[in-house]
């Protein structure tokens, strides 16, 4: 293979004006962490909201949680971006799709709100599962010591429930991170898309594409880490981190 490897070219000025290569691509590491922190607040509210309602005896929370999970989780990511970015401003009346056009950071906020809308279903079903894996049990106590359905969810269930589903959520929040990547196709320069404007300037694809590979995992050895020693921390007896 006729390649010329240039590893150097990381500290070479790049053609933006915006310092070296290497700026660029930590740019959009910076912009990757920010988009990727945004979707999984996102997805943690909308998907607890979701997760519990599905828990529910009401019908209507159980229809309501059945719909968004089926809705966001069995349609593809990029083509969530797609009507998010480009079909949602033209449904809207004219004033507010312009507003939406016009945005700041549109496809930022495009990104985080669709991969976090994308996210939540997950989360969803984690939730319901964290919450039907508790003994029924602590529900009926709940209940005896006169809590209302809200205080039992909030003292009782979703403490114990959120410590035993943290690790599926600690791989949840790493595909969060991957999943930025598709934000690309709306205009988001985020670590890929950075990666791949380095590529185009500088023909050096196989550098361009082995830093941000490098980058990646970096990221998600720390959140690894991290959520490793989180899970001992709040570890309970008998359930999965528990000793």
Not at 18 to 39: E, F, I, P
Not at 79 to 96: I, N
Not at 108 to 124: C, K, N, Y
Request: aromatic share 14%; charged share 10%.
């Amino acid at each position: 293979m006729n390649y010329h490897w240039n590893w150097g070219i990381f500290f070479e000025p790049n053609p933006m004006g915006t310092g070296t290569y290497l700026d660029m691509l930590l740019s959009g590491l910076v912009l990757t962490l920010k988009t990727a922190v945004l979707a999984w607040i996102i997805a943690l509210v909308f998907g607890s909201i979701v997760g519990v309602m599905r828990t529910l005896p009401s019908k209507a929370a159980g229809w309501f949680g059945f719909c968004w999970v089926e809705f966001f989780r069995n349609m593809p990511l990029l083509v969530q971006l797609f009507l998010w970015y480009f079909v949602l401003p033209e449904l809207l009346p004219k004033s507010t799709g312009t507003w939406l056009k016009q945005l700041p950071n549109a496809p930022f906020w495009t990104a985080a709100i669709g991969i976090g809308f994308f996210m939540s279903a997950r989360v969803a079903i984690q939730l319901q599962a964290g919450i039907g894996s508790l003994p029924r049990g602590q529900k009926m106590a709940a209940t005896a010591l006169g809590l209302t359905t809200f205080q039992g969810y909030r003292y009782i269930l979703l403490p114990m429930a959120f410590r035993i589903i943290l690790p599926p959520l600690t791989s949840e929040f790493l595909n969060t991170i991957k999943n930025t990547a598709v934000a690309i196709t709306i205009g988001l320069l985020e670590l890929t898309g950075q990666a791949r404007s380095m590529q185009e300037f500088s023909f050096q694809v196989f550098e361009a594409f082995t830093a941000a590979t490098l980058l990646y995992l970096l990221v998600n050895a720390v959140v690894v880490t991290a959520m490793r020693f989180l899970e001992r921390w709040v570890a309970i007896p008998g359930y999965i981190t528990g000793k």
